[in-house]
Nanobody, 122 residues
Framework: QVQLVESGGGLVQAGGSLRLACAAS????????MGWFRRAPGKEREFVAA????????SYADAVKGRFTISRDNAKNTVYLQMNSLKPEDTAVYYC???????????????WGQGTHVTVSS
């Protein structure tokens, strides 16, 4: 089992920045990749970014490419999502996920956090 706890959400003005963190605990040695997903009000959950634990590979949704950066700190078992140039359409609940492959689909991830709210005001 792997437990995931997100932090760092909040309210920010458009153009601002936030950094989300996802702390993993438990059998983290078995995890190959970590991902961030988000669910905006009234919409389905969507892929945002993913990274392998080695850090050698990353993947981004087109909507965030160039603005968001995913990174990891293996010593802290933590994955980060640095979000810059935030837009009101980035408003969502952001979820951290862990799995055994690097992918963009929810079904590819086995463990999920509870989510952290991000609100971007215009």
């Amino acid at each position: 089992q792997v437990q995931l706890v997100e932090s760092g959400g909040g309210l920010v003005q458009a153009g601002g920045s936030l950094r989300l963190a996802c702390a993993a605990s438990g059998h983290t040695f078995s995890i190959y990749a970590m991902g961030w997903f988000r669910r905006a009000p009234g919409k389905e959950r969507e892929f945002v970014a993913a990274i392998t634990w080695s850090g050698g590979s990353t993947s981004y949704a087109d909507a965030v490419k160039g603005r968001f950066t995913i990174s990891r700190d293996n010593a802290k078992n933590t994955v980060y999502l640095q979000m810059n140039s935030l837009k009101p359409e980035d408003t969502a609940v952001y979820y951290c996920a862990a799995g055994y492959v690097l992918g963009r689909r929810e079904s590819q991830y086995t463990y999920w956090g509870q989510g952290t709210h991000v609100t971007v005001s215009s």
